[in-house]
C-alpha cells in the first residue's frame, strides 16, 4: 500500500527556519514524482514544486521559486523554509505524481503556524 | 503561466440533483486535466484524471469531459457524502495548477 506520511504539526515565530518531511512507502521511492501543495487557511490548492527522488531534478511553481527549498533522499522528500513570515502560516501537503499528470497519494497533511 | 477559473465557485443543491462544475483554462490546451474532492479537515482525493477517466473506487455517478481550454464535471445524482469542495487541476509545461475550488453544500 502506497503512503505518504507527514512529519507533525510545527509552530514558529517570524525569521525561524524550518524543515518538514515526507515519507514515502510501499513503492519505489525514488522513481515517482513528489509535489508539494500549500493550501493557506479557508483557501484553495496551490502547486509548490515537483522533486524526481532519483536524481533531485526539481521544478519550482514561479510563485514559490526562492522561497522554499524542495529536496529528497532515498525515503523521504523535504520542503524547508530559511526564515518563515507569518504569511507561510497553511496546510502542507506532499503527493505522489501518478504516471500521468496528476497526484495519486496524498500525505496527511502538515500544518505550519507562524506567529510571533 | 495558465490561469485556472471554476465556477460556480459555491453552489447549493439537494440530493439526487444533477451537479456540474465548469473549469476554464486562460491559454492554451493543457496536457491533462484533473479532478479531486476535498473535505473538511482531510487532504484531497483524485476523482478523475486524463478529463474523463475514474479513479479506481471512485462512484459512476461522477463524469468528466472537456477539451480545449473548457472542462466539465459532472455529479449525475449527488449524494450526501458528495458535499465538499472540488478543484481542477491541469498540467502544461512543467507546471501545475489547480482551479480555485468550487464548494458544493447542502439546500
Known amino acids: 500500500e502506497v503512503q505518504l506520511v507527514q512529519s507533525g504539526a510545527e509552530m514558529k515565530k517570524p525569521g525561524d527556519s524550518l524543515k518538514i518531511s515526507c515519507k514515502g512507502s510501499g513503492y519505489t521511492f525514488t522513481t515517482y514524482w513528489i509535489g508539494w501543495v500549500r493550501q493557506m487557511p479557508g483557501k484553495g490548492l496551490e502547486w509548490m514544486g515537483v522533486i524526481y527522488p532519483g536524481d533531485s531534478d526539481t521544478r519550482y511553481s514561479p510563485s514559490f521559486q526562492g522561497q522554499v527549498t524542495i529536496s529528497a533522499d532515498k525515503s523521504t522528500t523535504y520542503l524547508q523554509w530559511s526564515s518563515l513570515k507569518a504569511s507561510d502560516t497553511a496546510m502542507y501537503y506532499c503527493a505522489r505524481r501518478s504516471s500521468g499528470d496528476y497526484f495519486e497519494y496524498w500525505g496527511q497533511g502538515t500544518l505550519v503556524t507562524v506567529s510571533s | 503561466d495558465i490561469q485556472m477559473t471554476q465556477s460556480p465557485s459555491s453552489l447549493s443543491a439537494s440530493v439526487g440533483d444533477r451537479v456540474t462544475i465548469t473549469c476554464r483554462a486562460s491559454q492554451g490546451s493543457p496536457n491533462s486535466l484533473t479532478w479531486y474532492q476535498q473535505k473538511p479537515g482531510k487532504a484531497p482525493k483524485v476523482l478523475l484524471y486524463a478529463t474523463s477517466r475514474l479513479e479506481s473506487g471512485v462512484p459512476s455517478r461522477f463524469s468528466g469531459s472537456g477539451s480545449g481550454t473548457d472542462y466539465t464535471l459532472t455529479i449525475s445524482s449527488l449524494q450526501p457524502e458528495d458535499f465538499a469542495t472540488y478543484y481542477c487541476?491541469?498540467?502544461?509545461?512543467?507546471?501545475?495548477?489547480f482551479g480555485p475550488g468550487t464548494k458544493v453544500e447542502i439546500k
Open positions: 487541476q491541469q498540467y502544461y509545461s512543467t507546471r501545475f495548477t
